[in-house]
């Protein structure tokens, strides 16, 4: 395989990578915590997208899945934060409650899909009618291909959507003071809520590109949700655009690793350049708040 | 007593080892780790590996194990424990990651996925194992007390404040995280003789969240309440066997079951069952009086 064929796989790998940590990453800046629950989302989206895919006899439209799952994730993202987040954020708890919270979400999604389905892997129905093109002497996969396509266009989205909109105004308001946005008018539990539902739906859309890349089975989430949290840390934590670049980077530096090393010992050389990377540049790629304001 | 028995003790007891050891780091400090499975992997396969296969001594074998488990935390906290501490709890989750992927990569002294059973026997493990718990639970309720630990709760309260009283942070933390690591290597090598096969999957990270969803429910500021909580959660499920719920065992539930009483505990009582309650000579006097004071009234009722 050649080095411009491994890069362009590495791209859009990291692509789907980059969905998930744009979740993570946007609602750390504003509660600055990494939400683990967001891996339990992916894994039972994932299974929703799958029994509503293959319930039909003739499949429905993969658009179809992919709003499905969409307003599912959303509505689980919901479920979370009433059942995790909500009283935490009330009783103006510390901060470790929340991210024990969204540990202890996650794992209860992940053991109850586990009961429910078993330790199965369910292959999810190919999509496109070829598999692969050609162009130029390169061989692409379809499927990646759309899936970098339709990412690149999300993410587009979702960067004119914080910068460029009034809740996204609010959302960054949110994320460098909660008690003075509320003072400012700005009602701070609608946004958080806002946030969360916003991460589900795109957990949610990524749920499907990851059923359709690698099958669906109950770990999915939570082997993803490594990723996503290895590319917000290494693009600075808090940082959309710093959680953009270091996936891409992680799914590009995780491709020729498995290439040319072999993929299981890929997630401890992953570790060993987090490691690196943070000796060096602690702040990460573009992220700001690095130590604990006491 | 069944030898089914002792084996259960002898693993609620490692549990409540590795929950002691998370104590300096998580209560007292107000680090939250979810990697340590990861040094219980480290220090029980390197013990494994050196007495089977190279023939080095059991004890010295063991002691190099939990060497290893310093070293390798070491290596973890360095970069890390100048960074928030979210970044510290995101890499203990990377290095049990990684720590399963190297295992598996290594499968040809390993063992890989299908496990490592060349485990030596150990006679007398449920006495050892009580015996090591107790003076795990009583070394580090002497650190809660002593200098060190009082230096730990103020760099929980106030890491600024500390530092301007003297208080050498980065270091401090550093010790936290170290003597985290020792003790779930020790709990590690315990679990090892218990079961005499270990692979990937039982040092995997819902083994580490299992130790920190212990922790918390017993409660964060109580040692002997989170050390009571481990044993009890531990053991608990292996009465519910005989119990099913929809036509299965209720032992199935085990995790759903612990994850729903953690958002319990999170959602009502946030500061654990125990809150900060400690059998000092004083709370246990308390705690006396107003059992005799019930105990006195209920007489009074029946008469």
């Known amino acids: 395989m050649g080095i411009l064929q491994l890069l362009i796989n590495g791209i859009s790998l990291g692509a789907v990578y980059a969905i998930i940590a744009v979740g993570f990453a946007m609602v750390y800046s504003i509660l600055k915590f990494s939400n683990f629950a967001q891996g339990g989302i992916i894994g039972l989206t994932a299974y929703v997208a799958y029994f509503f895919h293959t319930a039909f006899k003739t499949p429905p439209s993969i658009v179809l899945t992919i709003l499905i799952a969409c307003i599912s994730g959303t509505l689980i993202a919901m479920a979370v934060d009433a059942l995790g987040f909500a009283r935490v954020r009330k009783k103006n708890s510390p901060r470790v409650y929340y991210m024990l919270a969204s540990v202890t979400l996650g794992m209860l999604i992940e053991s109850a899909v586990t009961v429910r389905f078993g330790q199965v892997t369910l292959g999810f129905p190919s999509v496109f009618a ?37 809740i996204g105004r609010a959302i960054r308001c949110v994320a460098i003071d909660p008690t003075t946005a509320k003072l400012m008018g700005i009602n701070s ?35 993803m949700i490594f990723k996503g949290l290895v590319g917000s840390v290494i693009g600075g934590l808090g940082s959309l655009s710093g959680a953009i670049v270091g996936s891409f980077l992680l799914g590009i530096v995780e491709m020729l690793l498995v290439y040319y090393l072999g993929s299981s010992i890929t997630p401890a050389l992953v570790l060993g350049f987090m490691l690196v990377f943070l000796l060096v540049r602690p702040q990460g790629i573009a992220g700001s708040i690095v130590q604990d304001k006491a | 007593m069944t030898k089914y028995m002792q084996g259960l003790i002898v693993q609620s007891a490692t549990v409540v080892i590795a929950v002691a050891g998370m104590f300096p780091m998580t209560g007292l400090t107000g680090m939250v780790s979810f990697g340590q ?33 310093v070293l390798v935390s070491l290596m973890i906290a360095i970069p ?24 598996l990569t290594f499968s040809s002294v390993t063992g890989g996925a299908i496990g490592y059973s060349r485990i030596k026997k150990v006679p007398n493990l449920m ?19 002593s200098r060190f630990g009082r230096m730990s709760l103020a760099v929980k309260n106030d890491e600024l404040a500390s530092r301007s009283f003297g208080i050498k942070v980065y270091p ?12 779930a290597g020790v709990a590690g090598i315990l679990y090892a003789f218990q079961t005499r096969i270990i692979d990937p999957s039982s040092f995997d990270w819902s083994m580490s969240s299992e130790l920190t ?21 531990k053991i608990m499920p292996e009465y519910l066997r005989n119990v099913t719920v929809f036509g299965q065992s209720l032992q199935i539930y085990r995790v759903i079951l612990y994850c729903i009483l953690i958002i319990i505990i999170i959602n009502f009582r946030p500061a654990g069952l125990f809150g900060e309650w400690e059998p000092t000579t004083k709370n246990l006097i308390a705690l006396a009086r107003r059992a005799a004071k019930i105990f006195r009234r209920g007489g009074d009722a029946d008469a």
């Open chain 1, 130 to 166: 070829r598999n692969s093109f050609s162009i130029g002497g390169l061989t692409l996969s379809t499927r990646d291909m759309v899936i970098l396509a339709v990412s690149v266009v999300l993410l587009v989205v979702l960067i004119l959507l914080i910068h460029r909109t009034k």
């Open chain 1, 189 to 223: 539990a609608t946004v958080i809520r806002f946030t969360f539902m916003l991460a589900g739906c795109l957990a949610g859309i990524a749920s499907v590109f990851l059923a359709m890349k690698y099958s669906v089975y109950p770990s999915l989430g939570s082997s």
């Open chain 2, 37 to 69: 499975a990861a040094f219980m992997a480290i220090g029980s396969y390197f013990m494994a590996i050196l007495s089977s296969q190279l023939g080095v001594p059991l004890l010295l074998s063991c002691v190099i194990g939990v060497l290893a488990c």
């Open chain 2, 80 to 103: 890390t424990m100048k960074l928030r501490r979210d970044y510290f709890a995101l890499m203990s989750i990377s290095l049990n990651q990684a720590v399963g992927a190297l295992i």
């Open chain 2, 127 to 145: 006495y050892i194992a009580l015996g090591i718990m107790v003076l795990s639970v009583f070394l580090v309720y002497n650190f809660k007390r």
């Open chain 2, 172 to 183: 401090l933390k550093i010790k936290n995280y170290v003597i985290g690591g020792i003790f």
């Open chain 2, 213 to 233: 969803i212990f922790t918390f429910f017993g409660g964060t500021n109580s040692l002997i309440g989170s050390s009571i909580s481990a044993f009890v959660l």
